[in-house]
Every structure is written in structure tokens, then in C-alpha cells.
């Protein structure tokens, strides 16, 4: 062990209890990010004034102090309760004011289900990474299914109420149940099964369409739904398929990779049996578009025939026809012709214009004046020139006169020279005894400095 007896007063760096905390919390924030943990829920208290939740979890051989404040625990669906399994996500820390270990939790799910949510996320991003949910499009589903393959259990209600509505909306269609389990171990690959079972089928007898079903549940429940061989083999199956599984608020991975998802197995049923429901309608417009056009067809075939007699005429009368168009040419090239000469006269008389613009008297006219111009020209700018330089020889005159060192005397001003005749600017430049000479404008004073 280290003695630190020997440490002076100023060497030591001395901590409050708070500070000691705050930095120890402070450290545990920076080093760790944002961890989930699981445990089981102990000690639960909620306070009533500020909602917020002060429990522990722990497992068999540990315990951690958690709280989770009224902002983050609003959001959640559920209140936990001693002995619930629950997974958290939160920041450790230290609470200073009683130096207790805790995290401070943001996220709460309840352990088994949280466990699937975030498998079933992991697979669904998995398998939307490689494609496989852009495979299969709705459009693929034809508009008039005959024959359809159902994949759902023979003991549920899903299979009554799908061949109920298949029957009241569509009577024609061929509806194929292929009998599978859809809920607990061994059900995902009894699913597979049956659909193999149909695309074997398929070859001799072909399928419109493929409704995979089942009634509403848990997520465990529906957990087979969600198998990925299972997903990636619908993803690649030749027969468009319908996916109804569970009720309108339940999702599973099937829905994703078939061609369409309708909410229940009712609502898949509705969907494969729509075209032929309104198959009747159909029948019935393509009869009134047939009658339409055909009415259509005789009305334009009377039309042509009445124009055609209409065009019918006697040869006396297709000839004065064309003696009239022939008088109509006639009187057409009078005027055109009366038009053309009039323009080629007036092009002759632009062109005499342009010849007499192009005269050498007129050319020397023109010449005659511009030099008059600019010898005018030229005289105005020899006067403005003159009168500017003989305004600023007198400016510049007044300034000599100005900074003439006579005319600065005269408005009583002196100049002070030292024994040799140089000008003094300051009296650092004098000594005691020298004899110095000073200028006035009427005359010179010599002094003697004594002091």
C-alpha cells in the first residue's frame, strides 16, 4: 500500500462526496452507450405526483436499481408488475445524492415478446436486403381466378368462412383446400408441404391463385407465418399468392413476399372472387359496347351512302363546274399577273433611288459639309482649351504667391537662422552663447542666447 503521510496540504486534490459521484456518473455516461439489459421486475413503486417508476431487476445472482421517468413510461402499453420478465434499453449512471448504481431506462418490452418482435425485425430486414419483397407484385393476380388452392387448417373458421364467400360471390369457382397445421411446432414446414402439394398439381390442373389463411392470434400463435424457408420459397412460388393471416392489425413475414395481403381470411376470399362477381356486369357492358358500336357502324355506313349520292351528278353538270373553275383560274392570273408588275415597277424605282444616293456630286457635298463641322468642331475645343489653361496658370500664380516666404513675413511671421545660416525649427538646436539671426519683413535682429 502507498503512504501518502508524507504529502504536503497543496499537493493534494481534495473531492466533496457530490463531485466524487457526479464524476463517477459522468464517467459511466461517456463510457458506455446505450445497453439493453433483461431481468425480472422487483421492488416496483410509481409515484403519483410525478408518475415516474422506481423498480430493480435482477436474475439469480444480481440486482439493478432502475428508474424510468414519467416521459419515457407514458408511451408504453402495459405497467409491469412484480415478477414480470422485461427487456430494457437505458444509460447507466449514479444518482449523487445517495451514490446509488442505476440505470436510467428509456425503452421497455416484455421479454418474450420483445424476443420475437425483434427476431421477426431482424428477418424482415434480412429478407427486404435481398429482394425478395419486391419479387411478387399484385397485379400478377388475374382478373377472373377459376380455379383457387387454399392452405389453411380444416378445423378452423378460416375455411368456412373463405368457401362461404367463394360460393355466395363466385358459384363457377373451383375451390381446392389443401389441409395443413397453422399453429405450434412443425407448422411451418406442414404449410410448405401444402404448397408444394399444389404446384405439383399445378401441372396438370392449373391454379389461378393460392390463398394462404388462418384466424387471428398472438405473435406466437402466428410465429410460423414468419418462418424464412417458408417466406423464401413463397417469394420464388410460380402461383400467384394471397396472404390472409390473422386480423386486419396482424402482420407476418408471408404478408410481405406474397402478391397481395388482404386483413382476414374473409377479405382473401373477397379478393380472388371479385372478377367473377362481377362477371355478370361485364357481360352485360361488353353487350351495350357491342350494340354501340354497331349502331355506330350502321350510322356511318348511311352517312357515306347519302354523301355518295349526294356526289352523284351528270357529266352537264360536273362541266359547267369546270368552266367555272376555269373562269375562276383565269381572273386568278389576271390579278397575279397586274400584282407582279406593279412590284417590278416598284423595285425600279427604289433601284433609281439607290443609284442617285450613290452620286459623286452628292458624295462630295456630303464631304463638304462634314469639314466644315469639324473644323468648327475644332475651333470651339481650341477656345475651351485655351480658357481652361489660362484658369489654371492663375491658380497656380495666386498659390505661388501664396507660398512666397516674403508674403509669410509680411503677415507677421519670422524666420530664425543659426551662425551658419540655417534655418532653426526647434530650440534643441540652440546652446547658451550662440548667436543666432532673425528675419523680419523689414529687416534682420541679431541676439545672443543666454538662457
Same mark, same amino acid.
Given at each position: 500500500?502507498?503512504?501518502?503521510?508524507?504529502?504536503?496540504?497543496?499537493?493534494?486534490?481534495?473531492?466533496?462526496?457530490?463531485?466524487?459521484?457526479?464524476?463517477?456518473?459522468?464517467?459511466?455516461?461517456?463510457?458506455?452507450?446505450?445497453?439493453?439489459?433483461?431481468?425480472?421486475?422487483?421492488?416496483?413503486?410509481?409515484?403519483?405526483?410525478?408518475?415516474?417508476?422506481?423498480?430493480?431487476?435482477?436474475?439469480?445472482?444480481?440486482?439493478?436499481?432502475?428508474?424510468?421517468?414519467?416521459?419515457?413510461?407514458?408511451?408504453?402499453?402495459? +405497467?409491469? /408488475?412484480?415478477?414480470?420478465?422485461? !427487456?430494457?434499453? $437505458?444509460k447507466? @449512471? *449514479?444518482?449523487?445524492?445517495?451514490?446509488?448504481?442505476?440505470?436510467?431506462?428509456?425503452?421497455?418490452?416484455?421479454?418474450g415478446?420483445?424476443?420475437?418482435?425483434?427476431?421477426?425485425?431482424?428477418?424482415?430486414?434480412?429478407?427486404?436486403?435481398?429482394?425478395?419483397?419486391?419479387?411478387?407484385?399484385?397485379g400478377?393476380?388475374?382478373?377472373?381466378?377459376?380455379?383457387?388452392?387454399?392452405?389453411?387448417?380444416?378445423?378452423?373458421?378460416?375455411?368456412?368462412?373463405?368457401?362461404?364467400?367463394?360460393?355466395?360471390?363466385?358459384?363457377?369457382?373451383?375451390?381446392?383446400?389443401?389441409?395443413?397445421?397453422?399453429?405450434?411446432?412443425?407448422?411451418?414446414?406442414?404449410?410448405?408441404?401444402?404448397?408444394?402439394?399444389?404446384?405439383?398439381?399445378?401441372? +396438370?390442373? /392449373?391454379y389461378?391463385?393460392?390463398? !394462404?389463411?388462418? $384466424?387471428?392470434? @398472438? *405473435?406466437?400463435?402466428?410465429?410460423?407465418?414468419?418462418d424464412?424457408?417458408?417466406?423464401?420459397?413463397?417469394?420464388?412460388?410460380?402461383?400467384?399468392?394471397?396472404?390472409?393471416v390473422?386480423h386486419?392489425?396482424?402482420?407476418?413475414?408471408?404478408?410481405?413476399?406474397?402478391?397481395?395481403?388482404?386483413?382476414?381470411?374473409?377479405?382473401?376470399?373477397?379478393?380472388?372472387?371479385?372478377?367473377?362477381?362481377?362477371?355478370n356486369?361485364?357481360?352485360?357492358?361488353?353487350?351495350?359496347?357491342l350494340?354501340?358500336?354497331?349502331?355506330?357502324?350502321?350510322?356511318?355506313?348511311?352517312?357515306?351512302?347519302?354523301?355518295?349520292?349526294?356526289?352523284?351528278?351528270?357529266?352537264?353538270?360536273?362541266?359547267?363546274?369546270?368552266?367555272?373553275?376555269?373562269?375562276?383560274?383565269?381572273?386568278?392570273?389576271?390579278?397575279?399577273?397586274?400584282?407582279?408588275?406593279?412590284?417590278?415597277?416598284?423595285?425600279?424605282?427604289?433601284?433609281?433611288?439607290?443609284?442617285?444616293?450613290?452620286?459623286?456630286?452628292l458624295?462630295?457635298t456630303?464631304?463638304?459639309?462634314?469639314?466644315?463641322?469639324?473644323?468648327?468642331?475644332?475651333?470651339e475645343?481650341?477656345?475651351?482649351?485655351?480658357?481652361?489653361?489660362?484658369?489654371?496658370?492663375?491658380?497656380?500664380?495666386?498659390?505661388?504667391?501664396?507660398?512666397?516666404?516674403?508674403?509669410?513675413?509680411?503677415?507677421?511671421?519670422?524666420?530664425?537662422?543659426?551662425?551658419?545660416?540655417?534655418?532653426?525649427?526647434?530650440a534643441?538646436?540652440?546652446?547658451?552663447?550662440?548667436?543666432?539671426?532673425?528675419?523680419?519683413?523689414?529687416?534682420?535682429?541679431?541676439?545672443?542666447?543666454?538662457?
Amino acid at each position: 500500500m502507498e503512504d501518502y503521510s508524507n504529502n504536503t496540504i497543496q499537493q493534494r486534490e481534495i473531492h466533496t462526496v457530490t463531485e466524487l459521484n457526479q464524476t463517477a456518473s459522468d464517467f459511466l455516461n461517456e463510457a458506455f452507450p446505450p445497453l439493453w439489459v433483461a431481468g425480472e421486475i422487483s421492488n416496483f413503486k410509481e409515484y403519483g405526483t410525478s408518475g415516474h417508476w422506481y423498480f430493480s431487476i435482477k436474475d439469480s445472482n444480481s440486482v439493478l436499481s432502475c428508474t424510468m421517468f414519467r416521459m419515457q413510461n407514458s408511451s408504453l402499453r402495459f +405497467k409491469p /408488475k412484480e415478477g414480470d420478465q422485461v !427487456i430494457m434499453q $437505458g444509460k447507466l @449512471s *449514479i444518482y449523487a445524492k445517495s451514490g446509488r448504481y442505476q440505470l436510467i431506462a428509456s425503452k421497455m418490452e416484455l421479454a418474450g415478446f420483445g424476443e420475437l418482435m425483434r427476431k421477426y425485425e431482424l428477418l424482415k430486414n434480412k429478407l427486404n436486403s435481398e429482394g425478395l419483397f419486391e419479387k411478387k407484385v399484385m397485379g400478377d393476380i388475374p382478373e377472373i381466378v377459376n380455379r383457387v388452392g387454399v392452405i389453411t387448417s380444416q378445423h378452423g373458421a378460416a375455411i368456412k368462412d373463405v368457401i362461404s364467400t367463394i360460393k355466395r360471390r363466385s358459384p363457377h369457382m373451383d375451390v381446392v383446400i389443401s389441409p395443413c397445421k397453422v399453429q405450434g411446432d412443425g407448422s411451418a414446414q406442414s404449410v410448405l408441404k401444402s404448397l408444394k402439394e399444389i404446384e405439383l398439381h399445378n401441372e +396438370k390442373n /392449373k391454379y389461378d391463385a393460392v390463398i !394462404i389463411c388462418r $384466424g387471428g392470434g @398472438s *405473435i406466437e400463435d402466428l410465429w410460423c407465418f414468419n418462418d424464412e424457408q417458408l417466406c423464401r420459397y413463397i417469394a420464388d412460388y410460380p402461383i400467384p399468392v394471397v396472404s390472409g393471416v390473422g386480423h386486419e392489425t396482424d402482420f407476418t413475414l408471408t404478408d410481405f413476399v406474397s402478391n397481395l395481403r388482404a386483413a382476414t381470411p374473409t377479405a382473401a376470399a373477397e379478393i380472388v372472387s371479385e372478377g367473377a362477381s362481377n362477371l355478370n356486369d361485364y357481360f352485360l357492358h361488353l353487350k351495350d359496347r357491342l350494340l354501340r358500336e354497331t349502331s355506330n357502324l350502321v350510322m356511318g355506313a348511311q352517312d357515306n351512302l347519302n354523301t355518295l349520292r349526294r356526289l352523284l351528278r351528270s357529266p352537264r353538270q360536273r362541266l359547267e363546274e369546270q368552266y367555272q373553275k376555269l373562269d375562276a383560274v383565269t381572273e386568278r392570273l389576271i390579278i397575279n399577273t397586274k400584282l407582279s408588275l406593279n412590284a417590278k415597277k416598284s423595285r425600279q424605282t427604289i433601284l433609281e433611288t439607290r443609284i442617285n444616293s450613290l452620286s459623286p456630286l452628292l458624295s462630295i457635298t456630303n464631304r463638304k459639309n462634314q469639314i466644315i463641322n469639324l473644323k468648327k468642331e475644332i475651333c470651339e475645343k481650341q477656345k475651351t482649351t485655351i480658357l481652361n489653361k489660362q484658369g489654371l496658370l492663375k491658380l497656380i500664380h495666386e498659390k505661388l504667391i501664396a507660398l512666397n516666404p516674403s508674403e509669410i513675413l509680411n503677415r507677421g511671421y519670422s524666420i530664425t537662422f543659426d551662425e551658419n545660416g540655417n534655418s532653426i525649427a526647434s530650440a534643441k538646436k540652440i546652446t547658451h552663447g550662440d548667436v543666432i539671426t532673425t528675419q523680419l519683413a523689414d529687416g534682420k535682429i541679431k541676439s545672443k542666447v543666454t538662457d
